[in-house]
């Protein structure tokens, strides 16, 4: 038996990326997953990929009237809800002379606001069942990144964020905390290859070569750290910010 047999889980930004490598682990391990993603056709996909009983839906993490129906439904098609992770995300880099108010706007709406939004419409079923997973995707990058005013505020932000909801939702059975991955072989960090000119294999191994463990990293080791944070193996840690970065930070 996995350890999410009978939890019903919710992934936001899951159709591609770091959610559906979260997505396909829980779903390994037990759970019934909802696939919350802003592509509508993407999230049917990724669910119907995942096997019979999961769930594919299409949420605006940032609109609040979104983020309620999604929920709601999460729990009367899949009977319930009891891990939550906050992964949804977008970026706009740019230096600050150059960046716009909707690029920041966006960033932040997305990965705060979002998460924010999320993690309330879940809290209202968590705290009368005093039980609860919630993870939140961090970064590296909150603790500053040339070109990423943006997304670095917005990433620390969830830093705190996670961090209170640990005071706040402890007392009632929800542990919530975070995960700061490093450079992590996707598509979002294979457009920032495309950006720079560079060809993907090429940054990735410009990437490993500055990290202690000399790879880089993938969507299954973010989705190994989440799977952990959300057991009950993990019942006495929260408001926690976990690097999953190959020892990056160590040497920047």
Same mark, same amino acid.
């Given at each position: 038996?996995?350890?999410?047999?009978?939890? #019903?889980?919710?992934?936001?930004?899951a159709a591609r990326g770091i959610g559906n490598g979260c997505a396909r682990r829980f779903v390994e391990e037990g759970a019934r997953v909802a696939v919350l993603d802003l592509d509508e056709a993407?999230?049917?996909?990724?669910?119907?990929?995942?096997?019979?009983?999961?769930?594919?839906?299409?949420?605006?993490?940032?609109?609040?009237?979104?983020?309620?129906?999604? #929920?709601?439904? #999460?729990?009367?098609?899949? &009977?319930?809800?009891? !891990?939550?992770?906050?992964?949804?995300?977008?970026?706009?880099?740019? @230096? @600050?002379?150059?960046?716009?108010?909707?690029?920041?706007?966006?960033?932040? &709406?997305?990965?705060?606001?979002?998460?924010?939004?999320?993690?309330?419409?879940?809290?209202?079923?968590?705290?009368?069942? %005093?039980?609860?997973?919630?993870?939140?995707?961090?970064?590296?990058?909150?603790?500053?990144?040339?070109?990423?005013?943006?997304?670095?505020?917005?990433?620390?932000?969830?830093?705190?964020?996670?961090?209170?909801?640990?005071?706040?939702?402890?007392?009632?059975? #929800?542990n919530a905390n975070a995960i700061a991955p490093g450079f992590i072989a996707t598509e979002m960090t294979d457009a920032t290859a495309?950006? @720079?000119?560079?060809?993907?294999?090429?940054?990735?191994?410009?990437?490993?070569?500055?990290?202690?463990? %000399?790879?880089?990293?993938?969507?299954?080791?973010?989705?190994?750290?989440?799977?952990?944070?959300?057991?009950?193996?993990?019942?006495? !840690?929260? &408001?926690?910010?976990?690097?999953?970065?190959?020892?990056?930070?160590?040497?920047?």
């Amino acid at each position: 038996m996995g350890r999410f047999e009978g939890r #019903v889980a919710v992934i936001t930004g899951a159709a591609r990326g770091i959610g559906n490598g979260c997505a396909r682990r829980f779903v390994e391990e037990g759970a019934r997953v909802a696939v919350l993603d802003l592509d509508e056709a993407a999230a049917s996909q990724a669910a119907q990929e995942l096997g019979e009983g999961h769930l594919g839906i299409c949420c605006d993490v940032s609109d609040s009237a979104a983020v309620d129906a999604a #929920v709601e439904r #999460v729990v009367a098609e899949l &009977g319930g809800l009891h !891990i939550l992770v906050n992964n949804a995300g977008v970026t706009r880099d740019n @230096l @600050l002379f150059k960046m716009s108010e909707d690029d920041w706007d966006l960033v932040m &709406g997305v990965h705060l606001k979002g998460a924010f939004l999320m993690t309330r419409a879940a809290q209202r079923h968590f705290v009368p069942q %005093r039980y609860g997973k919630i993870v939140n995707l961090s970064s590296v990058s909150a603790l500053g990144n040339r070109g990423q005013a943006n997304y670095a505020a917005a990433k620390m932000g969830v830093q705190g964020f996670t961090r209170t909801l640990g005071i706040e939702l402890g007392p009632y059975g #929800v542990n919530a905390n975070a995960i700061a991955p490093g450079f992590i072989a996707t598509e979002m960090t294979d457009a920032t290859a495309a950006r @720079l000119g560079v060809p993907v294999e090429e940054l990735r191994a410009r990437t490993a070569e500055r990290n202690p463990v %000399r790879r880089v990293g993938f969507p299954e080791d973010i989705a190994a750290a989440a799977a952990f944070l959300c057991s009950d193996e993990a019942s006495y !840690i929260t &408001g926690q910010t976990l690097y999953v970065d190959g020892g990056a930070k160590l040497v920047s």
